[in-house]
């Protein structure tokens, strides 16, 4: 079994910053690539971030510039720096991962999820 388990959301005023953290546990061999997605009240989920295992990193056009997306692959966890925060940020942030397991299967594996909030 697999899962990956976010942290770090809140409630934080507009211009602020916060630090989401996501680590995967279970049977895992390796970690491809890894993601945060976002969903907004009443909106569709859309790609926040994306960083391969080699660190190579894709954004929104809407987080570039302010959002940073990392990774820890001895930690296996993911990270995503949000500076200059803005109230259309506001949404649950979703990680989202390439797992190879131990039986050699390959999952693409969800979070519950973590709440942000970015007030005006």
């Known amino acids: 079994q697999v899962q990956l388990e976010e942290s770090g959301g809140g409630l934080v005023q507009a211009g602020g910053s916060l630090r989401l953290s996501c680590e995967a546990s279970g049977s895992i061999l390796s970690i491809n690539h890894m993601y945060w997605y976002r969903q907004a009240p009443g909106k569709q989920r859309e790609l926040v971030a994306g960083?391969?295992?080699?660190?190579?990193?894709n954004y929104a056009d809407s987080v570039k510039g302010r959002f940073t997306i990392s990774r820890d692959n001895a930690k296996n966890t993911v990270y995503l720096q949000m500076n200059s925060l803005k109230p259309e940020d506001t949404a649950a942030y979703y990680c989202n991962a390439e797992i190879i397991a131990t039986t050699r299967a390959t999952l693409s594996v969800w979070g519950r999820g973590t709440l942000v909030t970015v007030s005006s």
């Open positions: 960083i391969s295992r080699g660190g190579n990193t």
